[in-house]
């Protein structure tokens, strides 16, 4: 199981990459690993700005449905459309082609409230 130690993460199991004041987000390796095969990716909230926590989309698995939260403010510029035919990205490649949605940071000073490599390792265990 990975953790890469150039991006931030949360409890709720979200990677993010911050370049400037853009975020790319998607869910982590230990999340797409617990959640199985995924089939499908919801992310209706393009264009529209959202407050940390809220839901931003949905990933769907064989057996559950998953909402997905904001790790941090902003608005929502670009959803990963190929998801849309091969959401199965998030499984086999999470951190890279499996990323969902790219966000401009409304309020930078959130990103100090999420968690680096090693405190995410301490919640999954690893």
């Known amino acids: 199981m990975s953790v890469p130690s150039n991006l931030k993460y949360t409890k709720d199991h979200e990677w993010v990459l911050i370049e400037g004041d853009i975020a790319t987000i998607g869910i ?12 499908y990716v919801e992310v209706e909230t393009v264009d529209e700005t959202l407050d940390r926590e809220e839901v931003f989309g949905t990933v ?50 959130e990103i100090e409230d999420l968690l680096d490599d090693a405190a995410y390792k301490e919640i999954i265990g690893a």
């Open 28 to 39: 982590t390796d230990f999340a797409q690993g617990e959640l199985g095969d995924i089939v």
């Open 60 to 109: 769907e698995a064989v057996k559950t449905v998953s909402d997905l939260f904001l790790p941090l403010s902003g608005e929502i510029i670009e959803f990963n459309e190929s998801l849309e035919s091969e959401p199965e990205k998030v499984n086999s490649d999470p951190y890279g082609d499996g990323w969902m949605i790219k966000l401009r940071i409304s309020n930078t000073e």
